[in-house]
């Protein structure tokens, strides 16, 4: 009898319900940062600010995308978009020095390979010796 083999079973810590140690660090962070711009900014933009900030630090703490928290999925495309790609499966256009004269003309040599073609008597050995 087979039995399915349980994979990516790490899960983290609830703290309560559905609060784990991250989400709380995200929100008190976010928190702090509030009542930081609360005593040093004027009300009405603190207010606007806070309006702007909070929604997104709910949705970076309890949004998923793909079964994935949003504070793991963030920094990942962050990193995506920010950093150069390196493609390393392109093939590399190598370029020739064209000729200085300009009386000589460019030719383009082409290398064919001779086709080679099965007989009869060839494709019966060949599958004699592939039954063995």
Not at 98 to 109: F, L, W
Request: glycine letters at 6%.
């Amino acid at each position: 009898m087979f039995y399915e083999t349980p994979q990516f079973i790490r899960q983290e810590i609830k703290l309560m319900g559905i609060i784990t140690f991250n989400q709380l660090w995200i929100l008190v962070g976010v928190g702090g940062l509030l009542v930081i711009l609360f005593s040093s900014l004027n009300h009405g933009l603190w207010f606007i600010i806070a309006l702007i900030i909070t929604p997104l630090a709910l949705f970076l703490t309890f949004g998923q995308m793909n079964g994935q928290p949003m504070y793991k999925v963030l920094p990942s495309a962050l990193r995506h978009f920010w950093l150069p790609k390196y493609y390393f499966w392109q093939k590399e256009k190598i370029v020739s020095r064209v000729s200085e004269r300009p009386q000589e003309t460019k030719q383009t040599i082409i290398k064919s390979r001779p086709q080679k073609t099965l007989d009869k008597q060839t494709i019966d050995n060949l599958s004699q010796f592939l039954d063995q």
